[in-house]
């Protein structure tokens, strides 16, 4: 019928042809966009070579004098002048190149960089005091391009920044030392705790994977040059710097200390944390998230008895606390994280086992060793010894003494 039409269309135009034999002309015209098939390929003769390219034997004396003892370790440029010095010409730079090209002898000199496949680490918390991230930041001093250091153990389910420490030097005893108060002040049991930290000198030195070992923690590092494995820290280090009163510079040692010990208390019991349903971190820390979050449905409850018409999309419930929080969720189906499993009897994924410790006692239970500093207020914080700049007023391992004492135990 289309053929027909065509034909017709001949003589009396396309409209009236397609009237007459009820032919959708939107049919004809798409008829006339069909592209035929394509006809068969045909064996073309093989390219003639070029009469001015080498002959066989021509690229074969030029192959050879590449590989030969005197120019194996040259470039073909280097080559190329050095005959040319020697009156010797035989092709250009480009011909050499795909002389070797053809006998895949054109690579790097050197053997490149295969970087191994590190294992993700992927590490839960459903309680306080199961997994902490660490990490040490920089604080300018007044003299350019002296730094005051800032060591922060925060722990990943409530936020509470567990201890913390302001020192002039970045140093495995230091970091020894705070980590070993501060499990001793929040008393954690062996085989509860995993440690979380990146690659940094202090992080990886040997001293502080023993001293891990005989508290009975486990350790967990970073992938090499992936930040986003230790975001906690990240993110409570941006949190710190962007605050309004955060200075350009500190004036003295005791001067950070001091706006430290400020912050470190604003932000574990008056910063409303988003990642915590806008509880304080040691409300969480301290088993105490609930109770503020009943108190607060009660106050929504009223506000919504007395205008209902206010709240379009029904009655208001606080925000939940979240059940877990994740280092690296592992993935299922499209990409969404897998529900929050129960713990599992045994390290997570990522993390090392610590060996039992020497001599069956762990060090943890014998703190003859530590020694804390009371200073006024809420705070009670530990002193280090080696650190001979400290004075009672300018504790150094920051930490709540109430929130130590209230921390509910976990299972």
Request: hydrophobic share 35%; charged share 20%; aromatic share 8%.
């Amino acid at each position: 019928m289309i053929q027909t039409a065509e034909e017709l269309a001949a003589s009396v135009g396309v409209a009236a042809a397609c009237t007459v034999l009820a032919v959708p002309r939107s049919s004809l015209y798409r008829t006339r966009l069909t592209t035929p098939e394509p006809t068969k390929a045909v064996d073309l003769p093989a390219r003639p070579a070029p009469p001015r390219a080498l002959s066989l034997a021509e690229k074969a004396q030029v192959r050879d004098l590449l590989n030969s003892e005197r120019f194996q370790d040259a470039a073909p440029r280097a080559v190329y002048a050095a005959l040319l010095d020697e009156d010797r010409y035989l092709c250009s730079v480009s011909t050499m190149y795909r002389i070797l090209t053809e006998h895949a002898e054109v690579r790097e000199r050197r053997n490149q960089l295969r970087h191994p496949a590190y294992q993700k680490p992927e590490l839960l918390a459903t309680g306080p005091n199961q997994v902490w991230s660490w990490d040490i930041t920089k604080l300018r001093s007044p003299s350019k391009g002296v730094y005051y250091y800032l060591y922060v153990l925060i722990d990943i389910y409530s936020r509470y920044v567990v201890g913390w420490m302001i020192a002039e030097v970045e140093a495995a005893e230091l970091a020894e030392q705070l980590i070993a108060e501060t499990c001793a002040k929040q008393g954690v049991p062996p085989t509860q705790l995993t440690i979380h930290a990146d690659n940094g000198s202090p992080m990886i030195a040997k001293s502080v994977a023993i001293l891990l070992t005989d508290l009975g923690v486990a350790k967990s590092h970073s992938r090499p040059h992936v930040s986003n494995d230790n975001p906690y820290s990240e993110a409570q280090f941006k949190t710190l710097k962007y605050r309004p009163d955060y200075p350009e510079r500190f004036g003295c040692l005791a001067d950070a200390r001091s706006w430290g010990r400020a912050f470190f208390n604003w932000y574990n019991h008056q910063h409303h944390h988003t990642g915590l349903g806008l509880l304080t971190p040691a409300d969480v820390h301290a088993g105490r998230g609930e109770t503020v979050r009943q108190q607060r449905q009660v106050v929504l409850q009223q506000a919504f008895q007395a205008h209902p018409e206010r709240f379009v999309q029904g009655a208001p419930c606080p925000a939940k606390l979240p059940e877990a929080a994740w280092i690296n969720p592992p993935k299922s189906g499209a990409g969404a994280a897998t529900p929050a499993p129960e713990l599992a009897e045994g390290p997570p994924t990522g993390a090392e086992l610590p060996a039992p410790p020497r001599g069956g006692v762990p060090a943890i239970a014998s703190p003859t060793d530590l020694r804390y500093t009371a200073i006024s207020g809420t705070e009670d914080r530990a002193t280090l010894r080696s650190d001979l700049s400290a004075v009672p007023a300018d504790g150094v391992a920051g930490q709540s003494r109430h929130c130590a004492s209230e921390a509910l135990p976990t299972t």
